[in-house]
């Protein structure tokens, strides 16, 4: 069954520290999806891509947070500086385009679980 | 998105039917319930969806009111391994594919 890859599967940084996650998503998903987990709560969803570009960074803390997916593939989100508050599970998400999708769900890589210290 | 109502927690013993309740009283026509469960540690798993028929797969049956308000995700032989946090979502079919989460039923199987 296909997955989506996410690394690194767990992550220890400093505050004020720059940190990187990676998410392979499924072959041939054009949309691709980064929700962050705090513990306790439900995913909440930070960002979305269609292909290449962005449909929805409403909730990304731009002034800390980027998320780019250049090729339209694997995609990468980065926090910088870290804050004690980013502690949390990032998770990644994708589904197939939205014409094609019918009306599944879509599938979650493991996730990260950062930590900031 | 509609706002879904579930209770914190639920305890169920081995083997028998798990029964999850889910409140989505301002549902509209074209709003789908989605049910996704995660384990601990884990990322959410799908488990199944329906609009306005019940429906039933290898996981689980959803069983949706008349009137849509409610529904009920239906663990028939429940075991160990389906303690988890189990997701109601509605979800308009053409919000660009968002998934908005609350905070869940806790499901806990015990022997």
């Known amino acids: 069954e296909a997955e989506v890859a996410q690394s690194p599967r767990y992550k220890i940084t400093e505050k004020s520290q720059a940190v990187a996650f990676w998410c392979d998503p499924i072959?041939?998903?054009?949309?691709l999806y980064w929700y962050r987990q705090i513990l306790g709560q439900g995913p909440e969803l930070l960002v979305q891509?269609?292909?290449?570009?962005?449909?929805?960074d409403s909730q990304l803390p731009k002034d800390r947070f980027s998320a780019e997916r250049l090729k339209g593939v694997d995609s990468t989100l980065k926090i910088q500086p870290a804050e004690l508050g980013d502690s949390a599970m990032y998770l990644c998400?994708?589904?197939?385009?939205?014409?094609?999708?019918?009306?599944?769900?879509?599938?979650f890589g493991s996730g990260t679980r950062l930590t900031v210290v | 998105d509609a706002k879904t109502t579930q209770p914190t927690s639920m305890d169920c013993a081995e083997g028998r039917a798990a029964n999850l309740p889910c409140n989505h009283s301002t549902i509209s026509g074209n709003e789908y319930v989605y049910w996704y469960r995660q384990i601990h540690s884990q990322g959410p798993q799908y488990i199944i969806h329906?609009?306005?028929n019940n429906e039933t797969n290898e996981m689980a049956s959803l069983i949706i009111t008349e009137d849509r308000k409610s529904s009920t995700l239906i663990l028939p032989h429940a075991t160990l391994r389906d303690t988890a946090v189990y997701y109601c979502?509605?979800?308009?079919?053409?919000?660009?594919?968002?998934?908005?989460f609350g905070s869940g039923t806790k499901l806990n199987v015990k022997p």
């Open positions: 998400a994708s589904s197939p385009r939205i014409r094609d999708r019918g009306q599944g769900g879509y599938t």
């Open positions: 329906g609009l306005k």
């Open positions: 891509f269609q292909d290449e570009s962005v449909v929805d």
């Open positions: 979502i509605v979800r308009f079919t053409y919000n660009f594919n968002k998934f908005y």
């Open positions: 072959s041939g998903h054009a949309t």
